[in-house]
């Protein structure tokens, strides 16, 4: 099966600019996660949907920080204005309906750098 | 707080085994998951455990006490392959969140 697709892979803006990221996940995995990743750091946890539905977001910087999941399938992560301290790796990931809190399956994430 | 703690960095010849380390404290608990991660890559999941004991996979298995609330991920047979960073993370019983650790980076030499 296809894995889960993001991109773009990298993206460079200057802070204050807004970004966007995109990711299809695997076909039938009705969860879909944002993660951030800073250096040296584990995943942190943005936001969760179960379907179109964000069932929990209270990580998520709510006040430059959106995400939409429109159909339940494709998603897109915002971030306006960006700020220095923005600079990571988004990860998304996606998983089989009941199972992803033992296995979920990644994409190769997006490289933000913030100038 | 939940928190969970591995070692940042271990260090092993080819060929031997090596042991990584999680010990975790959660409000709560459900199960403790392990995930490969590549320079550059996504991180990929290599095991699982939701009850006490081990688990086997290939030449990867994974430990959990419970009552001790540690884990361990043991990785035999190494090869310059395994050079990563592997992360341990927990699901705690009151929300369908993983907490993640800060991973250990697992350096291999020949």
């Known amino acids: 099966e296809a894995g889960v697709v993001q991109s773009p892979r990298y993206k460079i803006i200057e802070k204050k600019q807004p970004v966007a990221f995109w990711c299809n996940p695997i076909s039938g995995h009705n969860t879909l996660y944002w993660y951030r990743q800073n250096l040296g750091q584990g995943p942190e946890l943005l936001i969760r949907y179960e379907n179109e539905e964000a069932v929990d977001d209270s990580q998520l910087p709510k006040d430059r920080f959106s995400a939409e999941r429109l159909k339940g399938v494709d998603s897109t992560l915002k971030i306006q204005p960006a700020e220095l301290g923005d600079s990571a790796v988004y990860l998304c990931?996606?998983?089989?309906?009941?199972?992803?809190?033992?296995?979920?399956?990644f994409g190769p994430g997006t490289r933000l750098t913030v100038l | 707080g939940q928190s969970l703690e591995q070692p940042s960095e271990v260090t092993a010849v080819e060929g031997a085994i090596v042991q990584i380390n999680c010990t975790y404290q959660t409000s709560g608990f459900y199960g403790l998951s392990w995930y490969q991660q590549h320079d550059g890559g996504a991180p990929t999941f290599l095991s699982y455990?939701?009850l006490d004991g081990l688990e086997e996979t290939g030449r990867f298995s994974s430990f959990l006490s419970r009552s001790d609330s540690y884990g361990y991920l043991l990785l035999q047979e190494l090869q310059m392959k395994d050079s990563a960073s592997y992360f341990c993370?927990?699901?705690?019983?009151?929300?369908?969140?993983?907490?993640w650790g800060a991973g250990t980076k697992l350096i291999i030499k020949p």
């Open positions: 990931a996606s998983s089989r309906p009941g199972t992803g809190v033992r296995e979920q399956f």
């Open positions: 993370a927990v699901r705690e019983e009151s929300n369908y969140q993983l907490i």
């Open positions: 455990n939701g």
